[in-house]
C-alpha cells in the first residue's frame, strides 16, 4: 500500500539556519504530495503541495520539488524563524483515475525547533 | 468564516464505555474524512463521506467503531466499548469537493483517553 517515511525528527536548528526535511513516499501511479504544518496549540494546516512530477510547491519561504525518479518531496527552506517551530508532516494522496477522492497518508511527522 | 470545529476536545473514557465524537465540518464542504492520531505519529485515515454517503470505511481498526453523517453535513464517531488502544486525537477535516485537488482544513481534534 501506500506510505510515506520522513527522517527521524527532532531537528533544532538556530534562527536563519537552513532546513531540510526528508520525506520519500511508496505509491502506485502519480500521487499528489503535500506538507502539512502544526503549529503549538493549533490544527493541522496546509502548507504547500505539488501534483505531478518536477512541480514546485512554495509557501511562507518553504519549497518542495516533486521528484519521480527519487519517490522525494524534501521539505527546504533557507532561513529559518523561531516562529516556524511546529511540526511538519509529509502526505500523500493516490491518484487512481476517477475514484481518487483525496484521502491523505502522513509520515510520521518531523519536531522542529528553532533558537533565537 | 468558521472553520472545522470538533467536540469534546477532550474525551476521558473508563475502558468498556461508549464514546461519541462531532466533527462540524466547513459549510457547504461536499467531504469528510476522519483520521486517527496516535501520539508521535501521523494521522492514520479511518474513514469518508460524500455527502450523506459512507463510501469507504477501510480504516476503521475494528467493528467498535462506527461514523455516520446523516443529512451530509455533522458527522459523529462513535466507539463501542472503548479499549486502552483507542487512546489517540481524533481529527476531522473536510474539503470542497472530492478530489485532491481541493484542501482539507482540519479541525483541532478530539483527544481521547481510555483508562
Known amino acids: 500500500g501506500d506510505s510515506v517515511t520522513q527522517m527521524e525528527g527532532p531537528v533544532t536548528l538556530s534562527e536563519e539556519a537552513f532546513l531540510t526535511i526528508n520525506c520519500t513516499y511508496t505509491?502506485?501511479?502519480?500521487?499528489?504530495l503535500f506538507w502539512y504544518v502544526q503549529y503549538p496549540g493549533e490544527g493541522l494546516q496546509l502548507l504547500l503541495k505539488a501534483t505531478k512530477a518536477d512541480d514546485k510547491g512554495s509557501n511562507k519561504g518553504f519549497e518542495a520539488t516533486y521528484r519521480k525518479e527519487t519517490t522525494s518531496f524534501h521539505l527546504e527552506k533557507g532561513s529559518v524563524q523561531v516562529s516556524d517551530s511546529a511540526v511538519y508532516f509529509c502526505a500523500l494522496s493516490a491518484n487512481a483515475g476517477g475514484t481518487s477522492y483525496g484521502k491523505l497518508t502522513f509520515g510520521q511527522g518531523t519536531i522542529l525547533t528553532v533558537h533565537p | 468564516g468558521a472553520g472545522v470545529s470538533q467536540s469534546p476536545r477532550y474525551k476521558v473514557a473508563k475502558r468498556g464505555q461508549d464514546v461519541a465524537l462531532r466533527c462540524d465540518p466547513i459549510s457547504g464542504h461536499v467531504s469528510l474524512f476522519w483520521y486517527q492520531q496516535a501520539l508521535g505519529q501521523g494521522p492514520e485515515f479511518l474513514t469518508y463521506f460524500q455527502n450523506e454517503a459512507q463510501l469507504d470505511k477501510s480504516g476503521l481498526p475494528s467493528d467498535r467503531f462506527f461514523a455516520e453523517r446523516p443529512e451530509g453535513s455533522v458527522s459523529t464517531l462513535k466507539i463501542q466499548r472503548t479499549q486502552q488502544e483507542d487512546s489517540a486525537v481524533y481529527l476531522c477535516?473536510?474539503?470542497?469537493?472530492?478530489?485532491?485537488?481541493?484542501?482539507?482544513?482540519f479541525g483541532p481534534g478530539t483527544r481521547l483517553t481510555v483508562t
Open positions: 505509491a502506485t501511479g502519480y500521487p499528489s
Open positions: 477535516a473536510s474539503s470542497l469537493q472530492r478530489g485532491s485537488s481541493y484542501e482539507q482544513y
